[in-house]
DNA sequence: CACGATTTGACAACGGTTGTCATGACGATT
DNA sequence: AATCGTCATGACAACCGTTGTCAAATCGTG
């Protein structure tokens, strides 16, 4: 058994800030948000938080094209994501019929300890071109 | 009209490797089978060979876990890829309906430029658990 | 050849992320 | 409420893949 986190300010703002996005983000952008609204965190402790987050799958994250990790909390699950690239929102996906068909791809060829990543980019009807 | 690219010799060899090599390799890794073959060929220009190979779609890449770009010559056309973790082997794969069902999910949510990624990770039967 | 334009490569710089470690905060126990 | 061992924090440095710089080398055209 694994002792619980501690309670501490930090990572109450931290999960704060992920309940109020409803989009992906990204650490550095999460810990500006935190400066700007006053309640500073330090740029470690903000990493540190959301991994912590991710490992005990509480958040997601992905990366995007530029090989920025990009944190929200999402619904329990397996899902994929619909991401807007400029703005974050995002939209959850499923696709039942995907997730059979890759882990018959994986078996047919022999493959082992399968995992698919599945995103799907574009910009959202409410960004600019 | 661009003017096509100077065939060099470190230009040549980058190819070559990438047609011997029949898994995804990132650039470092390609640097260094130069190197122990021989054909030294400075990093900072295997970076831009395999970037303009990737431009030009001569190349697909994508990125692992890590974050690491990975490189690989692939056959013409739109295709997934089932990649072993451990050994980069890869397995070109396609799935129509699945193209079909990503467009369809993001025009639904009204998202224009929809581009989308989807691999297949896992060990193949060469490579120990 | 000779020449101009492109490419190369050693090196520095960059950006996101992780490690370090002295300091501070949490919370179980008195 | 005060004590105390432990864990978390944060300023900072280090890391690592990648990109930028620019003088020198190379290509290929004339
Ligand atoms: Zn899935
Ligand atoms: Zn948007
Ligand atoms: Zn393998
Ligand atoms: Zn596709």
Known sequence: MVDAPRNTRQRRAVVAILEDLDG???AQEIHDILKRRGESVGLSTVYRSLQVLADAAE???LRNDDGEVLYRQCS???HHHLV???CGRTVEIEGPSVERWADKIADENGFRDVAHTLE???TCSSCPA
């Open 24 to 26: 992906f983000a990204s």
């Open 76 to 78: 329990a699950g397996h």
């Open 120 to 122: 799907i980019f574009g």
């Open 59 to 61: 958040v997601d994250a």
């Open 84 to 86: 807007c690239r400029s």
